[in-house]
């Protein structure tokens, strides 16, 4: 959030001093210490504290300087000789989110005060304390998909019930329906035509709420949703992993993999990973990886399949465009697990090593309510922790975003909300 020097109020079209925007531009963004009942201006060099807010909706305090307005802090106004504090009549703060009015890059995103979110039949209100990206916000942001705007997105979150008062986490599915083999036709995922938690608040269905993790942080418990089900749902409910055999990890490094390979490794499975990065490579090995191989080598097939003698067990990909190069790393009657498409959306294979290897090929993505419920069980089992790459407060979106498509991240990122 930087200082501007457009105005609005009774004060616009006023320019606030250079010397004062300087202040507030070099120092420390001033109107993050906005509290419930607090405002501290301490930045701004002149060492005082507003006094308690009343039950007014609006006190005047009298300040040193000319106008100016922070973008973002509506309900914060520098006037002339005054600093007009507005406050909610339940004394709570606006709610921020990160909109997006455009479909297009990660500018776009304008962090805005919003309207609370009005829950419907069979719906709470979490009060967000962090949200995580994914690969889906990514698409989304960029094309719209046939979406509306303006759009809050977002899937992943933790935070606590407004009925309840419990730490919660939530579950991202919409209408999954009855069939565990498949969603229905009405499914549809948290932040595509409902609005998302890339904000302090969300309301969402009521049976999508699950108790928190006791062990876990904010951050880390937001970072679970979607990656964590995709790997969980992926290893145990498509490829049917076992204990005792060996699991290849395509694209060390993104959400999704680094939860395949922790939970491969509770599961007593030989975890092998392939990345383009010997540094991932490197690291991944703290977290279950036996051994790990660069794709980027011609000839890294051979030397999968001369590591486990013959070959793997089961393979996950979130590439999708490499199908061929890693079928060929499977062992006779070998799964693999497809869930994403970041390598291409179309694949070649040759058809009669499809059927002389037995192989099996299987489409997935997210997983049921049960699916959720069972990966949070693991979770608490074994005490994993989710890989955090890095923690962006939420008016630092933009960066965060450009972060994720740079592919250069190892875990989650994850935005902090309050």
């Known amino acids: 959030m930087r200082a501007s020097t457009e105005t609005s109020g009774p004060w616009a079209g006023t320019v606030a001093p250079p010397d004062l925007l300087a202040t507030l531009n070099d120092g420390q963004e001033w109107a993050d210490k906005v509290t419930e009942q607090w405002i501290s201006i301490d930045d ?20 040193p300087h000319g106008p100016i307005t922070v973008p973002g802090e509506p309900s914060i106004t520098h006037g002339l000789s005054a600093i007009f504090v507005h406050k909610k009549e339940d004394g709570r703060k606006p709610v921020k989110a990160a909109v997006i009015r455009t479909w297009g890059g990660p500018e776009q995103f304008s962090v805005e005060t919003v309207p609370d979110p009005e829950p ?28 509306t705007t303006p759009s809050i997105l977002g899937l992943d979150g933790a935070g606590i019930r407004q009925d309840t008062g419990e730490k919660t986490v939530i579950f991202p599915g919409l209408n999954w329906g009855r069939n565990a083999a498949a969603p229905g036709r009405d ?42 089900l995709t790997a969980y749902r992926a290893l145990f409910k498509r490829a049917k992993l ?27 499975a030989r975890v092998l990973a392939t990345s383009s990065s010997q540094d991932k490579l490197d690291s991944v090995r703290a977290i279950g990886v036996d051994k790990g191989f660069l794709y980027t080598d011609p000839d890294w097939v051979q030397q999968v399949l001369e590591a486990t003698g013959g070959g793997v067990d089961v393979i996950i990909n979130g590439a999708g465009a490499n199908l061929r190069d890693a079928m060929a790393c499977l062992k006779p009657g070998g799964r693999i697990a497809v869930f994403g498409s970041s ?35 693991l979770i608490d089992r074994h005490q994993i922790c989710p ?16 972060h994720l498509e740079s592919r250069k991240h190892l875990g989650k990122l994850v935005l902090s909300l309050r």
């Open 242 to 268: 076992q204990p005792g055999e060996t699991v290849l990890v395509i694209g060390a490094g993104s959400g999704v993999s680094t939860f395949a390979i922790m939970f491969a490794a509770a599961a007593e």
């Open 120 to 147: 419907g039949p069979g719906e709470v209100i979490v009060e967000l304390h962090a949200s995580a990206l994914n690969w889906h916000d990514v698409l989304v942001r960029q094309t719209g998909r046939g979406f």
């Open 387 to 402: 890989i955090i790459d890095s923690i962006y407060p939420l008016t630092e979106i933009v960066e965060a975003h450009r």
């Open 343 to 377: 390598g291409g959306s179309t694949a070649a294979i040759d058809i009669p090593d499809l059927y002389w290897g037995h192989v099996s090929v299987l489409g997935t993505t997210l997983g049921s309510p049960d699916d959720f419920g069972q990966m949070l069980e």
């Open 44 to 63: 701004l060099g002149w060492a005082k504290t507003l006094p308690r807010l009343t039950e007014n909706d609006r006190k005047v305090h009298p300040l």
């Open 187 to 228: 499914f549809s995922i948290l932040g595509d035509s409902t609005d998302g938690t890339y904000a302090q608040l969300v309301a969402v269905p009521v049976e999508n709420l699950f108790p928190m993790p006791q062990h876990l942080s904010w951050a880390e418990a937001a970072a679970l949703p979607c990656a964590g």
